[in-house]
């Protein structure tokens, strides 16, 4: 008796986890099925992205913490979302953590500034881009460099660029630089440069012009003479999806109706909306 009751016991138990295993109908099989759209990015990189108190134009509640995030690319995020008829959820991660996050899934995307070099589409796939700008230098006003034109212009200088970062690699183009250790995050970046412990670092226009906006002393440096060598990829920026997302052509879909000129007027937000603490 003991012995059957401890059968059906057993029968009962597998009966169970195939049930769970077939998965019931409210299981969630896949990111195109889920409510939330995950989105990764520094929240450190203004005017892209950056991080604040409270959700003063249009910031969005970073998870887990009680701050906000905002930024041009929270607003493409935001459009994304909407368009993908999902809430959007921010997740903040240093940079060198935003990949391993998308391809172990805890987030859907990475919306971040990254611009969608060859070496990155070997491991993550990417939509079209979402923006495009060109390389320039970040000087402090007054200095030697304020007034360069040229790379060679910065030959002796101390010059940095964000970690793992096409940026950090072009610095090799300047003969007779001195290429300082590359930083973990831009504000890092803006201490070294206000300090004195580099004459300049590598950066994109828009956040060249938050860097100003936000520090008196800084200066760009617009080559007109000789600039950085690169290809479209490298100063374009596009959304960030793990190999073989559905979400794909949904992204590029909804990317595409948003003009071109819809697109300078909110990184022109976002450069007027940036934190001024950000330095």
């Known amino acids: 008796m003991r012995r059957r009751l401890v059968l059906l016991v057993a029968l009962s138990l597998i009966g169970a986890m195939l049930l769970t295993a077939c998965g019931g109908g ?34 969005v509640p970073i998870d887990g913490t009680s701050e906000y995030a905002g930024g041009y690319d929270v607003e493409i995020a935001k459009r994304i979302a909407e368009g993908l008829g999902k809430e959007l959820v921010i997740v903040k991660i240093e940079w060198d953590g935003l990949l391993p996050a998308l391809e172990s899934g805890k987030i859907d995307a990475i919306i971040a500034g990254m611009s969608p070099t060859a070496e990155r589409a070997k491991a993550i796939d990417f939509t079209d881009n979402y923006y495009k700008s060109d390389l320039v230098m970040v000087v402090r006003k007054g200095s030697q460099y304020e007034n360069a034109t040229s790379l060679k212009d910065f030959a002796g200088a101390k010059i940095t660029a964000q970690l793992n970062t096409f940026h950090y690699e072009v610095i090799d183009q300047i003969e007779g630089v001195i290429k300082e250790t590359a930083m973990d995050n831009f504000p890092a970046m803006r201490v070294a440069l206000e300090s004195g412990m580099i004459d300049g670092y590598v950066s994109e226009r828009p956040e060249a012009i938050s860097a100003m906006a936000a520090n008196e002393n800084f200066v760009m440096v617009e080559f007109t003479d000789g600039g950085f060598e690169t290809s479209d990829d490298d100063t374009a920026v596009a959304v960030g999806l793990k190999k073989g997302s559905p979400l794909r052509e949904k992204i590029n879909e909804i990317l595409g109706q948003i003009s071109e000129e819809e697109r300078q007027d909110i990184m022109d937000q976002a450069i007027k909306n940036q934190p001024a603490a950000d330095n």
């Open 26 to 59: 409210n299981a969630s099989t896949g990111e195109e099925e889920s409510d939330v759209f995950r989105v990764g990015l520094e929240a450190g990189y203004p005017p892209f992205n950056w991080t604040q108190q409270d959700d003063s134009n249009g910031a």
